[in-house]
């Protein structure tokens, strides 16, 4: 079982940065996959950026150069840095894990609110 914990969201005008933060209930170098997905209203969940055991980093294209994935092994922390943040950013993001533990499961954290606006 995994569990996992975003901070960091809320406000932000056009152009502006947030770092969001998910914190994992497990050794974070353990999951094979862990990352972040969105979802804005009315669309279908997407994927954002993950990065693999392998220590492989997958972005979404139009995303790439403004949103940066990095983690914290000491912490078992993945974090999400997102500058020139744009009104269309505006979504639920989710921290998102794939774990082995007999058998590959997909985990979800609660999700967290990141709106901009003026």
């Known amino acids: 079982q995994v569990q996992l914990v975003e901070s960091g969201g809320g406000l932000v005008q056009p152009g502006g940065s947030l770092r969001l933060s998910c914190a994992a209930s497990?050794?974070?170098?353990?999951?094979?996959?862990v990352g972040w997905y969105r979802q804005a209203p009315g669309k279908q969940r997407e994927l954002v950026a993950v990065?693999?055991?392998?220590?492989?980093?997958n972005y979404a294209d139009s995303l790439k150069g403004r949103f940066t994935i990095s983690r914290d092994n000491v912490k078992n922390t993945v974090y999400l840095q997102m500058n020139s943040l744009k009104p269309e950013d505006t979504a639920v993001y989710y921290c998102?894990?794939?774990?082995?533990?007999?058998?590959?499961?997909?985990?979800w954290g609660q999700g967290t609110q990141v709106t901009v606006s003026s």
């Open positions: 497990v050794n974070i170098v353990s999951i094979n996959t």
């Open positions: 990065i693999t055991s392998r220590g492989r980093y």
């Open positions: 998102y894990a794939e774990y082995y533990s007999g058998s590959y499961r997909d985990y």
